[in-house]
C-alpha cells in the first residue's frame, strides 16, 4: 500500500510539471502573464472528470513553498530601493492590513448574510496580506515601472507579521470570545517583526560568512538552498516571523552575494533559482485553480448563483477598500516624507497610485491562511460559515489575479506608464562609467607599452570602444549608425566564428578524437563568450 502510494504521488506530481509546462509555453505564445493561466489552466483542470483532488495543505505552502520563494524575491530587490520606497511600504504592510480588517469587520454585515463583525474581521485578516509571489510574478511581466514593482514586492514581502498577527488575533475572538487589547496587539506586533528581524539578520551574517570559506560552487548553490529554510525554522522556532527573517536574510545576503559568491557560483546558482522559482510558482497556482471542485462541494447552504455573486461583490468590496487605502497612504506617505523627514519629494502622481492600488493582488498565501481556520470553537461547535470564508478567499485570489492581471497591461498603456525609467537611464550611465574606466585604464597601459604588446591593447580597446557604442546608440542612434552598425557586423561575424567552433567540436567528439566531458567544457566556454555578447 505504500508503495503504490507513493507511485500515485509520484504520478500527480509529474502530471501537475508537465501541465505547468504546457500552460507556460501558451501563456508565452499569447503574451500572458503565466499565473495566470496557470490558475485559470488548474481551474479548467479541476472540472474534468475523475481528476484526483489534490489538497493544498497549509503547512505544505508555509513549509516547501513560501521560503524559498520569498527568499528569491527578496534576494534580487536592490536594498537601496527597498529604503527609498520604505515609507510608502510600511503604509501598506501595516496600515493598509488593519483598514482592511476593519473595513471588511464593518462591511460584512449588510454585505454577507449571516456575518458578524467578529466572522467579518476573521474573513478580513484572510485576505488583507498581498502575495509576494502572485505580485512579483505578474508585475514583472506586464512591464510596470520599476518603482511601482519594487513598491509592490515591498508590501507582500514585509505584511505577513501583520497578516499572521491579526489572524491570531481575530481567530481568539471566535473561538474563545477574548478580546485582545491594543497593548497586548503592539506587543504581539513587536515581538513578531523585531524577531525576524534579528534572526534573518543573524542568519545572513552566519551564512555570509561561512560562504566567504566555500570555493566549490555546488557546495555554494546547496548552501543558498537551504538557507530559506534555515532562516524560516529557526525564526518560527522562536515565535517570531519566519517571512519577515526570510525577507531580511534574502536581503542581507542579496546585497552580500556579488562580493563573496564565486564567478561560477554565481553563474550556475542564477540557472538554479530560475527553475526553482518557475517550478514552485507553476505548482503553486495549479494548486490554487485545483482547489474549488473541492470547496464548492463543502458549502450546502447556498445556490451557486447566490454563492458567485456573493464572491463578485465581495471582491470588488476589496478593491475598492485597497484603492481608497493607496490614495490616502500615498498622500500620508508623502506628507512624512516631506513635512517630518524634510526630504523634496515630488507629489504622489494619480496615475501610478491608482496603479498600485489596483495591483493588489491575492495568491496562496490568503487560501492558505483561510484553509488553516480551525474547524471548531472552544464550545466544541463547528466555526461558523468556514467553508464559505474559503470560498470568499477563492474569488478574491482569483479576480485580483486574472481580472486585475489582465488589465494591467492596457491600463499602463492607457496611463501613459511604460516606455524609458530611471531604472533604465541608471543602467546605461553606469554602463558608460564602467567602459569608460577601462578605456581610460588601457590608454594608461597602452602608453607605457612596448611594441610586442602594443598591438594587444589597440585590439582590447577597438572590443571596448565598439560596446561603449553600442551603449550610447540606444541614445543617440542616428549620429552614431555608421559606427553601430561597425559594431553589429562585429558581433555578427564572432557569432558566426563561434558557430564554427561548435561544429568543429561536434565534429571531433563525433569521430572519437575528444569525449564528451571535453565537448561540455568547449561549449560551456562558447556559451559563456556568446551570453557576455547578448549582453549588450
Given at each position: ?50 481528476m ?19 527568499y ?82 515591498g ?5 505577513d ?75 518560527e ?40 522559482d518557475?517550478?514552485l ?40 477598500l ?17 513635512k ?11 496615475r ?68 524609458a ?13 564602467i ?10 597601459m ?6 610586442e ?70 561549449q ?9 555578447y547578448?549582453?549588450y
Open positions: 500500500m505504500e508503495r503504490a502510494g507513493i507511485h500515485h504521488l509520484e504520478l500527480i506530481i509529474l502530471f501537475l510539471l508537465l501541465v505547468a509546462a504546457a500552460l507556460a509555453a501558451l501563456a508565452r505564445r499569447f503574451h500572458t502573464p503565466y499565473p495566470i493561466v496557470l490558475v485559470v489552466g488548474g481551474l479548467l483542470l479541476s472540472f474534468i472528470p475523475h484526483p483532488h489534490v489538497s493544498l495543505r497549509p503547512e505544505l505552502v508555509f513549509l516547501v513553498f513560501l521560503p524559498p520563494l520569498l528569491v524575491g527578496s534576494s534580487r530587490t536592490s536594498w537601496r530601493d527597498f529604503r527609498a520606497n520604505l515609507t510608502n511600504i510600511l503604509i501598506l504592510a501595516f496600515g493598509l492590513v488593519g483598514f482592511t480588517v476593519l473595513g471588511v469587520a464593518l462591511g460584512a454585515g449588510w454585505l454577507l448574510p449571516g456575518f458578524d463583525y467578529r466572522l467579518g474581521a476573521v474573513l478580513g485578516a484572510v485576505i488583507a496580506t498581498t502575495d509576494p509571489i502572485a505580485a512579483t510574478a505578474i508585475a514583472t511581466r506586464v512591464g510596470l515601472p520599476r518603482s511601482i514593482s519594487d513598491i509592490l514586492a508590501e507582500g514581502m514585509v505584511n507579521a501583520t497578516g499572521l498577527l491579526a489572524l491570531q488575533f481575530t481567530v481568539a475572538l471566535m473561538v474563545t470570545g477574548q478580546h485582545p487589547t491594543t497593548g497586548m496587539a503592539i506587543l504581539e506586533l513587536l515581538r513578531l517583526v523585531s524577531g525576524g528581524v534579528i534572526v534573518g539578520l543573524a542568519t545572513g551574517f552566519c551564512v555570509h560568512k561561512v560562504s566567504r570559506r566555500i570555493t566549490d560552487s555546488p557546495v555554494e548553490i546547496t548552501f543558498t538552498l537551504v538557507t530559506p529554510y534555515i532562516a524560516y525554522l529557526v525564526a522556532g522562536a515565535r517570531a516571523s519566519g517571512v519577515l527573517a526570510v525577507v531580511v536574510c534574502g536581503l542581507y545576503l542579496g546585497r552580500k552575494n556579488s562580493e563573496t559568491l564565486s564567478i561560477n557560483a554565481r553563474l550556475e546558482s542564477e540557472a538554479v533559482w530560475n527553475i526553482l518557475f517550478v510558482n507553476s505548482i503553486v497556482f495549479i494548486l490554487i485553480g485545483l482547489q474549488l471542485p473541492y470547496i464548492l462541494t463543502q458549502i450546502h447552504s447556498l445556490s451557486i448563483t447566490r454563492l458567485l455573486l456573493d464572491g463578485a461583490a465581495f471582491s470588488a468590496f476589496v478593491i475598492v485597497r484603492l481608497f487605502w493607496v490614495f490616502s497612504g500615498a498622500w500620508i506617505s508623502y506628507l512624512i516624507r516631506a517630518l523627514l524634510r526630504r523634496e519629494e515630488p507629489r504622489p502622481n494619480a501610478g497610485v491608482f496603479i498600485v492600488g489596483w495591483t493588489g493582488m491575492r495568491g496562496v498565501l490568503a487560501l492558505a491562511a483561510a484553509i488553516s481556520l480551525p474547524n471548531f470553537v472552544a464550545s466544541g461547535a463547528p466555526f461558523p460559515e468556514r467553508h464559505l470564508i474559503i470560498f470568499l478567499a477563492f474569488c478574491v485570489i482569483l479576480v485580483t489575479l486574472v481580472l486585475q492581471g489582465l488589465t494591467l497591461p492596457w491600463l499602463i498603456r492607457k496611463l501613459a506608464l511604460g516606455g525609467t530611471s531604472a533604465q537611464i541608471e543602467e546605461m550611465e553606469a554602463r558608460q562609467k567602459l569608460n574606466t577601462v578605456l581610460e585604464r588601457l590608454h594608461e597602452e602608453s607605457n607599452a612596448d611594441d604588446h602594443l598591438q594587444i591593447y589597440r585590439d582590447i580597446a577597438r572590443h571596448y570602444r565598439g560596446r561603449l557604442t553600442m551603449v550610447n546608440a540606444k541614445d543617440d542612434r542616428a549620429q552614431r549608425q555608421k559606427e553601430l552598425s561597425l559594431s553589429r557586423d562585429y558581433r555578427n561575424l564572432s557569432r558566426d566564428l563561434r558557430d564554427v567552433e561548435r561544429k568543429t567540436a561536434l565534429e571531433l567528439r563525433n569521430e572519437n578524437k575528444i569525449n564528451d566531458e571535453l565537448l561540455r567544457r568547449l560551456r566556454e562558447l556559451d559563456l563568450t556568446e551570453g557576455h547578448l549582453g
